[in-house]
């Protein structure tokens, strides 16, 4: 997912001793009124709508926790309606699923998509029949494919671990730290730029990857792929993994190594690993944000479009078209206030 990073600055004139005004009189806006009208609690019920879903099967805790969280938070809105249809094993079934969906006419559809290049035709297709979408995670690489698209910061994850790591370790007074990482799936787009955004961090240190490997985002992988790490570095400061679910095998391997003279960060913020981040027993002292609590936010967003409405703290009238999530660090001092995240 191309973490397009972009920056809003709001402008205010300074108003002060001998400052001139040409075209105000007043610091008041002119349509105070509206703009209050606009920042209305979006609790209260709208208009009945339906909802569109559709991601892929839970295959992966993550995974199955956006589904989850989808349909909890629908449950919030009397007047909504989630209407979800399965995605099948691949883009061409999920292709399908979705064509009966919008066919069938909902206010909005949210979608997962299997592969966001391979969906990007639905998402036009949904759109031209006047359904707005909101792509969740992975991008659809043409703007006239989505409404809205909210996603995490895959780029944002590899900075904040890379952060965490090379500040640790120069505090350490480590100069040349052994940097290992176990990455996920290299074919995908998101592992990639996970990766990149940990060696631009670590770049900042003058601290390098020493050794990587690309694991399956499985316990199996990251156990197998961590035993071939260990082996091939007698001597580690520090570890990312890319994912809490892999996490498992990979914190099982090194158990059974039975080393413990390295620090390791996790990904994506599982439940299981912020608990083993408070018992702090283990080598696992961080893990970084990717949380499927965009999926709650997806249909509460979805239900705004659907209802006209817009996000009741911004002045603007409606949803924006792109959300990325921030990628955050999750540590011993602080990770109570993320349990509730947790998948």
């Known amino acids: 997912m191309s973490p397009s990073r972009r920056t809003f600055l709001v402008t205010a004139t300074a108003i002060g001793a001998g400052t001139a005004l040409a075209a105000c009189t007043s610091s008041t806006p002119a349509n105070n009124t509206s703009v209050k009208a606009n920042a209305a609690d979006n609790a209260t019920a709208g208009k009945p709508v339906t909802i569109g879903f559709s991601a892929p099967a839970a295959d992966h805790g993550w995974i199955a926790a956006i589904t989850a969280n989808a349909e909890a938070q629908a449950k919030l809105y009397p007047e909504v309606t989630l209407k979800k249809v399965e995605a099948g094993k691949d883009a061409a079934a999920q292709a399908a699923a979705l064509d009966t969906l919008i066919a069938a006419k909902p206010d909005v559809i949210v979608m997962l998509p299997h592969d966001g290049k391979e969906l990007n ?32 910061d895959n780029y944002g994850m590899g900075v904040a671990a890379g952060q965490y790591i090379g500040a640790r370790l120069k505090a350490d007074g480590k100069s040349a730290p052994v940097i290992g990482e176990i990455a996920g799936m290299d074919e995908l787009e998101l ?5 990149r ?40 400061d520090a570890l990312w993994n890319h994912d809490d679910d892999q996490g498992i095998g990979v914190l099982a391997a090194i158990a059974q190594s039975g080393r413990k003279d390295f620090l390791m960060v996790g990904g994506a913020g599982s439940r299981k690993a912020m608990e083993t981040i408070k018992a702090d027993n283990t080598v696992l002292k961080a893990t970084v944000t990717y949380s499927p609590s965009m999926a709650s936010s997806a249909i509460s967003l979805a239900r705004l479009l659907a209802q006209g409405r817009g996000m009741g703290d911004l002045v603007e009238l409606q949803v924006p078209r792109e959300i990325i999530l921030a990628a955050e660090t999750v540590t011993k001092s602080n990770v109570d206030r ?3 995240l947790g998948f």
């Not at 592992?191 to 990766?195: A, K, Y």
């Not at 961090?201 to 490997?213: D, E, P, S």
């Open 191 to 195: 592992t990639q730029q996970r990766s």
């Open 197 to 236: 955004g940990f060696a631009d961090a670590l770049a900042t240190f003058g601290f390098k990857v020493a050794n990587r490997r690309a694991a399956r985002f499985t316990a199996d992988s990251g156990q197998k792929e961590a035993d071939n790490l260990l082996q091939a570095l007698p001597k580690l």
């Open 338 to 340: 993320y349990l509730t």
């Open 121 to 152: 035709s639905v998402g036009k297709k949904a759109m031209a029949a006047g359904i707005p979408v909101v792509n969740l995670d992975r991008a659809f690489p043409e703007d006239l494919a989505y409404r809205l698209q909210l996603k995490g």
